[in-house]
């Protein structure tokens, strides 16, 4: 594999994998000289030395058994001979402790043997016959001096010791030359070490001042000529994979910002576009508004008073000569009163429905109960006439304008009283409850009810679902219930669940003011009686 294609990570493991060879390898050789340093110190201190210690008492040990032999040899007394016998007893003692301490030598442990031997027979042949001799013959002054013969083993075995002496002294001085040596070794691979650690200092920091400062930098100024506005700049990053795969990373966010800011551009000019045509359709709409306020207010003048004249003759017409002409006559007469009345009944309902949000006084805390209350006041004489029970339960107060919401809820229980069920006492019930920001109400009556498929067509204006002769109306009042619904930031529609009647849902918004305002549950739905019984006091 191509090592200039490595990762950072990778080409950093390398570089540590060799550096901790070396010093690995440099660790080893140290702990082989160290060890090899030690032995010889330890053979040096504590067996060369000593051993050439013992070649000094040797002598001396040697030299006090001829002393000793002698004196013995010029008196003939026994006590004489303690100092020989004590020096035979450590010249053992010492060559004993000689032999263990070069133990692992073997040619100074044979010349150890050859001193051993030496001082053996120097015993054997001089020191003893003539200890024996005095013993026998007693002390005698001639017998006491040397001979040739004694002088040479004595010789012998002094020079037996000397040998020992230089081979242990020139065995020291090696191993000494030995552990100066390892000591230099160790010196060596310990400088060693340290250039190899210099070394990958120097070299991890040339690696990451090629491959990650400079393409870092490189990278950077890149970026900063995009942040300075140039997006069409193409960000391009070079050493290892991970900073080539970033700056990859970051072109790519650079052409998708691009891509956004190009969509962002045109976006805001269609929105300038869409602002013109809406200052336009504004400057439309206040032109249309201008003629709809002319228009209502020729409707609420100009219409309505040759309508009223119409209507008032008709009238003078059916009361003067009815029954003076014929059946058919008075039915014409009886149609134009109709007509000219459901006409000012359609144009009051009309001006009512283009009125909604346009002339208002403004929102203010609303109590429903009461506007529920006065509203089914209005309805007091069908509510007699037909036994209708009107119940509610604890409704909240809401923002709003009383007059809208008042016909709101005139419009939902005159139209389930006006299409009650024949066969059916009118049962009408407002409930309510919280749904998160919104008050849901309902109203609900057992009436003829709407078939599904319609229920979205009764909020249309002027639409009607059933002929004008069976039930009267103009077919607005749903249209202006809806309006005043959306009018008040809410939506209104028909629950398809309910199978028997009429289930109207509406929702208005919980007022700012009070958030966490909630029904209670406990003020749920009262009892037919005592709902119906309070209503009646309150319209009393």
Same mark, same amino acid.
């Given at each position: 594999?191509?090592?200039?294609?490595?990762?950072?990570? %990778?080409?950093?493991?390398?570089?540590?994998?060799?550096?901790?060879?070396?010093?690995?390898?440099?660790?080893?050789?140290?702990?082989?000289?160290?060890?090899?340093?030690?032995?010889?110190?330890?053979?040096?201190?504590?067996?060369?030395?000593?051993?050439?210690?013992?070649?000094?008492?040797?002598?001396?040990?040697?030299?006090?058994? #001829?002393?000793?032999?002698?004196?013995?040899?010029?008196?003939?007394?026994?006590?004489?001979?303690?100092?020989?016998?004590?020096? #035979? #007893? @450590?010249?053992? *003692?010492?060559?004993?402790?000689?032999? %263990?301490?070069?133990?692992?030598?073997?040619?100074? $442990?044979?010349?150890?043997?050859?001193?051993?031997? !030496?001082?053996?027979?120097?015993?054997?042949?001089?020191?003893?016959?003539?200890?024996?001799?005095?013993?026998?013959?007693?002390?005698?002054? *001639?017998?006491?001096?040397?001979?040739?013969?004694?002088? !040479?083993?004595?010789?012998?075995?002094?020079?037996?010791?000397?040998?020992?002496?230089?081979?242990?002294?020139? =065995?020291?001085?090696?191993?000494?030359? *030995?552990?100066?040596?390892?000591?230099?070794?160790?010196?060596?691979?310990?400088?060693?070490?340290?250039?190899?650690?210099?070394?990958?200092?120097?070299?991890?920091?040339?690696?990451?001042?090629?491959?990650?400062?400079?393409?870092?930098?490189?990278?950077? &100024?890149?970026?900063?000529?995009?942040?300075?506005?140039?997006?069409?700049?193409?960000?391009?990053?070079?050493?290892?994979? /991970?900073? &080539?795969?970033?700056?990859?990373?970051?072109?790519?966010?650079? %052409? =998708?910002?691009?891509?956004?800011?190009?969509?962002?551009?045109?976006?805001?000019?269609?929105?300038?576009?869409?602002?013109?045509?809406?200052?336009?359709?504004?400057?439309?709409?206040?032109?249309?508004?201008?003629?709809?306020?002319?228009?209502?207010?020729?409707?609420?003048?100009? $219409?309505?008073?040759?309508?009223?004249?119409?209507?008032?003759?008709?009238?003078?017409?059916?009361?003067?000569?009815?029954?003076?002409?014929?059946?058919?006559?008075?039915?014409?007469?009886?149609?134009?009163?109709?007509?000219?009345?459901?006409?000012?009944?359609?144009?009051?309902?009309?001006?009512?429905?283009?009125?909604?949000?346009?002339?208002?006084?403004?929102?203010?805390?609303?109590?429903?109960?009461?506007?529920?209350?006065?509203?089914?006041?209005?309805?007091?004489?069908?509510?007699?006439?037909?036994?209708?029970?009107?119940?509610?339960?604890?409704?909240?107060?809401?923002?709003?304008?009383?007059?809208? $919401?008042?016909?709101?809820?005139?419009?939902?229980?005159?139209?389930?009283?006006?299409?009650?069920? +024949?066969?059916?006492?009118?049962?009408?019930?407002?409930?309510?409850?919280?749904?998160?920001?919104?008050?849901?109400?309902?109203?609900?009556?057992?009436?003829?009810?709407?078939?599904?498929?319609? &229920?979205?067509?009764?909020?249309?204006?002027?639409?009607?679902?059933?002929?004008?002769?069976?039930?009267?109306?103009?077919?607005?009042?749903?249209?202006? &219930?809806?309006?005043?619904?959306?009018?008040?930031?809410?939506?209104?529609?028909?629950?398809?669940?309910?199978?028997?009647?009429?289930?109207?849902?509406?929702?208005?918004?919980? +007022?700012?003011?009070? +958030?966490? !305002? !909630?029904?209670?549950? @406990?003020?749920?739905?009262?009892?037919?009686?005592?709902?119906?019984? @309070?209503?009646? /006091?309150?319209?009393?």
């Amino acid at each position: 594999m191509n090592p200039t294609r490595w990762s950072l990570w %990778r080409r950093i493991i390398a570089l540590c994998a060799v550096v901790a060879g070396l010093l690995g390898l440099i660790a080893v050789s140290a702990t082989v000289t160290a060890a090899a340093n030690r032995a010889d110190t330890t053979k040096v201190m504590d067996r060369l030395t000593p051993a050439l210690v013992n070649t000094e008492q040797l002598n001396s040990q040697l030299l006090r058994q #001829q002393t000793s032999a002698r004196t013995f040899l010029l008196t003939g007394r026994e006590s004489d001979l303690d100092t020989y016998k004590a020096a #035979q #007893q @450590s010249e053992t *003692e010492i060559l004993a402790d000689t032999e %263990r301490l070069l133990a692992d030598e073997p040619a100074l $442990l044979s010349t150890v043997h050859d001193v051993a031997a !030496a001082t053996s027979r120097f015993r054997r042949e001089i020191t003893e016959p003539l200890i024996a001799q005095t013993r026998t013959d007693g002390p005698s002054a *001639e017998r006491a001096t040397p001979t040739a013969a004694s002088r !040479a083993v004595y010789t012998a075995a002094s020079s037996e010791i000397d040998a020992l002496r230089s081979g242990l002294s020139t =065995r020291r001085d090696t191993v000494a030359a *030995e552990v100066r040596s390892s000591g230099n070794v160790l010196i060596v691979l310990l400088a060693f070490a340290g250039i190899v650690i210099i070394f990958a200092g120097v070299a991890l920091a040339l690696l990451l001042r090629r491959l990650v400062t400079r393409p870092v930098t490189e990278l950077a &100024a890149e970026v900063r000529i995009v942040a300075g506005g140039n997006y069409d700049h193409a960000i391009t990053g070079g050493g290892p994979p /991970e900073l &080539a795969a970033l700056a990859s990373d970051v072109d790519t966010m650079r %052409r =998708r910002i691009n891509t956004e800011l190009q969509d962002v551009v045109e976006a805001r000019r269609l929105v300038e576009e869409a602002n013109r045509m809406l200052e336009q359709q504004a400057a439309e709409l206040t032109r249309s508004n201008r003629d709809l306020e002319q228009f209502a207010y020729v409707a609420s003048h100009d $219409l309505q008073e040759p309508l009223r004249k119409v209507a008032s003759f008709c009238q003078l017409l059916q009361r003067r000569y009815a029954r003076q002409l014929d059946e058919r006559a008075d039915q014409y007469i009886a149609f134009a009163v109709d007509g000219a009345q459901r006409m000012q009944r359609l144009i009051n309902d009309l001006l009512a429905f283009s009125r909604i949000g346009r002339l208002t006084s403004g929102f203010a805390d609303i109590d429903l109960n009461k506007v529920v209350v006065d509203s089914a006041e209005q309805f007091e004489s069908q509510r007699e006439s037909t036994s209708a029970e009107i119940t509610f339960v604890d409704l909240p107060v809401v923002r709003g304008e009383e007059p809208l $919401l008042g016909a709101l809820f005139s419009n939902l229980i005159g139209n389930a009283l006006k299409f009650r069920h +024949p066969d059916r006492t009118p049962h009408i019930l407002i409930d309510c409850q919280q749904v998160g920001e919104e008050y849901e109400f309902s109203v609900e009556d057992n009436g003829i009810g709407i078939e599904p498929e319609f &229920a979205d067509k009764v909020f249309v204006i002027f639409q009607r679902l059933h002929a004008k002769d069976a039930y009267p109306g103009t077919g607005i009042g749903l249209a202006i &219930a809806k309006k005043i619904v959306e009018y008040h930031g809410g939506r209104i529609w028909i629950d398809p669940s309910q199978t028997e009647g009429t289930l109207f849902r509406f929702t208005l918004p919980v +007022p700012v003011s009070d +958030p966490a !305002a !909630a029904l209670s549950s @406990s003020s749920s739905v009262a009892s037919s009686s005592a709902s119906s019984s @309070s209503l009646e /006091e309150s319209v009393q």
